[in-house]
């Protein structure tokens, strides 16, 4: 059982303090110091003076240093394996992450393809040869860890340490989907389409925190979140996206927030979730998402 096996390891809650605290006290400062500030003109700028990948490698940098720093703490700290702080399973299973990854890869290359082949005029073709390859390059390393950190922080150091100190499984589930959701709102998305976005960010943040307790592990959300952040960037950008990238094409429609922020929460997640289900056999729905934290004798241990 994924969060109930830190109960099997003696660990101090103090050592769990320093990360969330250094890290939601950067978001809280980030979001209060971009109020009387234009993010769209900070990256324009930004990229007016080094460039689009130069650009892309500071604004992602710093969450995929950070993914590499919390793996440290979590080892070298915590003296908790890789394995154990991945999933309950003896070992990472790949397989799942390369299937949640290839799925929601297929899915956002087959939308975006009908999006441009019905509205073309929305589009224009920004694919140029060598920074692009340059850039794939760059992403196929940072973007995967920025998107890891971001599933590790929270569905895994989060959820788990909160899943010892309350001894639930609601308690972790709830506050890490929405501390996730509310992560985002200081993104150039949000200025843009208004605080309704946030409905996409928070019912992400509940889709990846139910991968995660049903299927006993992070690697469906690793391959999820990776595939989500790496094709987006591949295939689209804007002047308004957190992400501006040398990708195959770009948005010039005015952004706005309507049916397509509704349709992944509500329809689209619920037909991946039936989808792996059935794949993985999920069951106990209720005592998984929401029940109490209860050691049993299949409870793996940690292997440090």
Known sequence: MYIEQLQLKKTSLLLYLPIPICFFALIIFNYFSSQNVDADV???NLIATVGVNIAFVLLVGPLSAMCLGLLFWVKFIHQQSLTSFTTSRAKIDWSRIFFAFFLWGIFILGTTALSYYSNPENYIF???PIPFLIFLVLALILIPLQTSFEEYFFRGYLMQGLGLATKSRWFPFVFTSLAFGLMHIANPEVGKMGYI????YIGTGFF?????????????ALGFHAANNLFGALLLTSDWSAFQTHSVLKDIAEPSAGFDVILPVFIIFPILLYIFSRKYGWKNWKQKLFGKLIL????KPINS
């Open 42 to 44: 900070l990256i324009q």
């Open 126 to 128: 920004n694919f140029k």
């Open 197 to 200: 976005i946030l409905i996409y």
């Open 208 to 220: 990846l925190g139910i991968l995660t307790l049903m299927d006993e592990g992070l690697e469906l």
């Open 296 to 299: 049993t004798e299949n409870t």
